[in-house]
């Protein structure tokens, strides 16, 4: 019988490490709509905070989506993306398998670099408007689940970016 190995969907040569901005995307198991209950996203919710804390990771923009998760966050000097969601889903998950009793999330995330400045207000808007596209609120205030700022705000604050390029390279 043959065995396929899965790609990997990380940037081949970038490490994920230093201030850098990410979109980020985690899906719940068999795309399961586990968010539609507020003790969930309370949990998730936690388990985001802990994760930024503890990884020097600030969270721009979320939105907890039915049966996913769309993130915008921004590291520091020593933070390291896939220890970040590594621990946000194993908090979150841990604490949602206790109240659901089934996992919460799929094997591995969806992740972008965000590469230029211009980009940040576009994907806090594209992140707060999704439960308006889904139909799901009729403003992005209106979606108890986004934040965690007022999808108002406009461009998050203090987020340093890359040039676009890792050791001389373009990120594509």
Partial sequence: MRTSLRKSPRLKGFDYAGPYGYTVTVVTRRRQPVFRNANIVEIAREALRRACHQHGFTPHAYCFMPDHVHLLV???????LPEFVHLFKQLSGYHA???LGTP????????????????LTEISRYIWNNPVRAGLADEPADYLYSGPQPPDAGRPEGLQLHDGRIAGKEIR
């Fill in 74 to 80: 921004s590291g520091n000097a020593d933070s390291r």
């Fill in 97 to 99: 398998k206790q109240a």
């Fill in 104 to 119: 919460l999330w799929q094997i591995s995330y969806d992740d972008r670099v965000v590469r230029r400045e211009e980009d």
